[in-house]
């Protein structure tokens, strides 16, 4: 019969506080920077969304999403807010939506149209 022997584990000892201290870090720690808040995912999608829609009325919720460039959940929440504005209204599809503009929303698309090809 064999016994077993029971492995011991050596020792290491342990680096003292103050090796730790005195050694630089290899990375630095850099500032925690903030970015501006990036106003175009508020501001600038939906005028584009609204300029598409006027442009290519009847178009579904997804195909619009990929022709803007927009995620498909962000576009949802645009579309939803567009909609309690009053600037839009949806027909639902058993798999979509078809998007189209209220006249308040063709109004405000034509007005956006006009000023951007004044600021050109």
């Known amino acids: 019969m064999t016994k077993k022997t029971k492995k011991t584990k050596k020792s290491i000892p ?3 506080s103050k090796d730790r201290d005195t ?3 290899p990375y630095p720690k850099k500032p925690i920077t903030y970015e501006p ?3 175009d995912l508020i501001f600038k999608k939906p005028i ?3 300029i ?6 009847g178009k579904s919720q997804s195909s619009i999403s990929k022709q ?6 962000h576009f949802v929440k645009v579309i ?3 909609e309690k504005s009053g600037l839009i209204r949806t027909e639902r599809l058993p798999r979509d939506r078809i998007v189209f503009l209220t006249s308040k929303g063709q109004d405000l698309a034509l007005s956006l149209i006009r000023v ?3 600021l050109k």
């Open 68 to 73: 803007t460039e927009v995620s498909y959940a």
């Open 14 to 16: 342990k680096k003292q």
């Open 116 to 118: 951007k090809e004044v």
């Open 23 to 25: 050694k630089p870090c």
């Open 80 to 82: 939803t807010k567009l």
């Open 37 to 39: 808040f990036n106003q």
């Open 48 to 50: 584009e969304i609204l």
């Open 52 to 57: 598409y829609i006027y442009n290519n009325e």
